[in-house]
């Protein structure tokens, strides 16, 4: 126990004394770190992004700080940016496929894709009481249960 405290001790005189060496030994042991566990590195970032966004989301400071850096990482990485942004556009802008269309449109009516290409017309009030997402398949199997059902009454 005492040496695990000495040793704490130790590398912290270090860091203090050689703040330069100790940061560029951090960014080596990340680098293998990341190339040993590319998934694992990448949730990890992920949580801590989030931890820290949660936690400074109120903070008008912050919010305005952040959206300082990233203006300039968009301008120093511009082939990047315009890379992700276009992925991101086209992911927003796609259309999702429909193949077969159940019933007629009537007013008041959204069209509900239950997947695979099969769509139905419903209810504008049904189709935004429940909160769904058929590219993440959260409540999908839900949404279609009310969607069938109010299909076979009418």
């Known amino acids: 126990?005492?040496?695990?405290?000495?040793?704490?001790?130790?590398?912290?005189?270090?860091r203090e004394?050689?703040?330069?060496?100790?940061?560029?030994?951090h960014r080596v042991c990340q680098q293998r770190y990341r190339e040993k566990h590319p998934e694992r590195y990448l949730q990890i970032r992920r949580e801590s992004n989030r931890r820290c966004w949660l936690k400074n989301r109120l903070d008008r400071e912050w919010m305005q700080k952040q959206a300082i850096r990233?203006?300039?990482?968009?301008?120093?990485?511009?082939?990047?940016?315009k890379l992700k942004d276009r992925k991101?556009?086209?992911?927003?802008?796609?259309g999702i496929r429909t193949d077969i269309i159940l019933n007629h449109p009537f007013v008041?009516?959204?069209?509900?894709?239950?997947?695979?290409?099969?769509?139905?017309?419903?209810?504008a009030s049904?189709?935004?009481?429940?909160?769904?997402?058929?590219?993440?398949?959260?409540?999908?199997?839900?949404?279609?249960?009310l969607a069938y059902g109010w299909w076979e009454v009418n």
């Open 126 to 145: 049904l189709h935004k009481g429940v909160r769904h997402s058929l590219l993440r398949n959260r409540n999908m199997e839900e949404m279609n249960r």
């Open 108 to 123: 008041g009516c959204e069209m509900h894709h239950l997947g695979s290409g099969v769509a139905i017309f419903i209810p």
């Open 1 to 14: 126990m005492r040496d695990q405290q000495k040793n704490r001790e130790y590398q912290k005189r270090c």
């Open 88 to 94: 991101a556009k086209a992911l927003r802008h796609r």
């Open 70 to 81: 990233n203006r300039r990482w968009r301008q120093t990485n511009q082939e990047l940016y």
């Open 17 to 25: 004394k050689n703040p330069e060496r100790h940061l560029q030994n």
